[in-house]
């Protein structure tokens, strides 16, 4: 086997098309490694093709072509190790109201056949913090103990693979952190993981390597840390003492500048490379050309910058 966990190439998706809906290139053509061991997000906007791929994985979505490996088992030929390897937590919640959270793990062990003796769900209740709920209707539990559980229930059969479709979609931050933490514990247990998310903040926190998608292709995919070193752009908002009078990008005489924005009549936001120039040198353009600056305000860019530009970038090409 290849070091990778999940090894995707040339995967196409193509839905029928249906009454009054086209037919929808879902995923034109990817191909990307999913390293063994750490944790992997996969990033784009809404419709970008994230879900189509991971449904893909679970065996949910039938491919239109191309080849998925799952711990070196080809989705195709080899289905059953690949479901085996892979735990999936879906997007939606959705238990029987009426098992408690120890039954909704033992009926799922049953569904993958493992051996009682082999069985875990005590221990995994306990991983999630969901132990002293054992026994309670899981229609009780509260919507964070429901991710959790939903995350036990991923783990019954004991998978190398943990994938996780947008795990802290509309959860509050205090929730959204104690899933960070559980999905980094399962991690340095071992587990590889696997999450889409479009919260850039998620990706940048938990992921040690990032794939963007966008409209069903792929824009990059790279270690995290590279990622956030292209977003070399700082972004200095300046407020002047009186409006504008020439257009924004009239003060972009300078090549070094990248970006100029008018924001209102008197606020400037100027992006510029910060290898390059400082904001000190943008100012002074500023005030060569007669205005007096009353306020400023810098920040660096962050993934989500970077996502625009790579995307922009895309349609450019
Ligand atoms: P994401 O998870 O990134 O939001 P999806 O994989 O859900 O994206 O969707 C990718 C594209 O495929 C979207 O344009 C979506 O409308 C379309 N799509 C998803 N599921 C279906 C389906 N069952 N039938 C037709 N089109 C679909």
């Not at 196409?12 to 098309?17: E, I, N, Q, S």
């Not at 249906?18 to 053509?29: C, S, T, W």
């Not at 120890?102 to 051996?115: H, P, T």
């Not at 070094?256 to 353009?285: C, F, H, N, W």
């Amino acid at each position: 086997m290849s070091d990778a966990a999940i090894e995707i190439r040339d995967l196409v998706k193509t839905y029928a098309a249906q009454k009054n809906q086209p037919v929808k290139h879902a995923l034109q053509g990817v191909s990307l490694d999913v390293p063994n061991g750490g944790i992997f997000g996969l990033l784009g906007p809404n419709g970008a093709g994230k879900s189509t791929m991971i449904n893909i994985m679970a065996g949910l979505v039938n491919k239109t072509g191309g080849t998925v490996r799952i711990w070196g088992h080809d989705i195709d030929r080899d289905h059953r190790n690949a479901k085996l390897s892979i735990g999936i937590v879906p997007q939606e919640i959705v238990f029987d109201p009426f098992f408690t959270p120890f039954e909704v793990l033992e009926n799922q062990a049953g569904m993958y056949g493992v051996a009682r003796t082999l069985r875990r769900s005590e221990a995994l209740l306990r991983a999630v913090h969901l132990h002293d709920k054992r026994n309670a209707y899981a229609r009780s539990l509260s919507g964070g103990m429901k991710r959790r559980l939903l995350i036990a229930k991923a783990m019954v059969h004991a998978p190398p693979i943990l994938v996780l479709d947008e795990p802290t979609a509309g959860v509050d931050v205090e929730l959204r952190r104690q899933l960070w933490e559980l999905v980094g514990d399962l991690n340095s247990q071992g587990v590889t993981v696997v999450l889409t998310t479009h919260y850039l903040e998620e990706a940048e926190q938990l992921c040690d390597r990032i794939a963007i998608i966008n409209h069903g292709t792929l824009v990059t995919n790279q270690p995290t840390r590279e990622l956030i070193a292209m977003a070399r752009d700082k972004i200095v908002r300046v407020t002047l003492e009186r409006d504008l009078t020439v257009p924004a990008e009239a003060i972009m005489g300078d090549p070094l500048l990248t970006k100029a924005v008018l924001i209102d009549p008197r606020t400037l936001e100027i992006t510029y490379d910060r290898d390059r120039m400082s904001a000190g040198q943008v100012l002074a353009i500023l005030q060569r050309e007669g205005y007096t600056i009353q306020d400023v305000t810098t920040r660096e860019a962050d993934l989500e910058d970077v996502f625009v530009q790579l995307t922009m970038q895309q349609q450019a090409a």
